[in-house]
C-alpha cells in the first residue's frame, strides 16, 4: 500500500508537491505548477493549504516499504 509522504531529497520548499506527484507517480514539476496557479486563484487558501500538508504529512525518510 502506497503511503503520502513528504519528500526529504525533491523539494523546493517542504517537499509536499514532491511527495504528492511521488505518490501519483507523474512529474514535480506538474503538481508545482497546478498549485501555484491554485495559490493564485484562490486568494492564498492553497497557500495555507500547503502550510497545513507540510506540517500534517510526515517527511520520507526512506524506511518505507512500498
Not at 504528492?20 to 498549485?35: G, K, Q
Not at 484562490?42 to 517527511?59: E, L, Q, T
Amino acid at each position: 500500500m502506497k503511503k503520502l509522504l513528504r519528500s526529504k531529497d525533491n523539494k523546493v520548499f517542504c517537499g509536499v508537491c514532491a511527495g504528492i506527484a511521488t505518490y501519483f507517480n507523474i512529474d514535480p514539476t506538474v503538481i508545482r505548477v497546478l498549485w501555484a496557479i491554485l495559490a493564485l486563484c484562490s486568494f492564498g487558501v492553497a497557500a495555507i493549504a500547503y502550510i497545513i500538508c507540510a506540517i500534517i504529512i510526515p517527511v520520507d525518510d526512506g524506511t518505507s516499504i512500498m
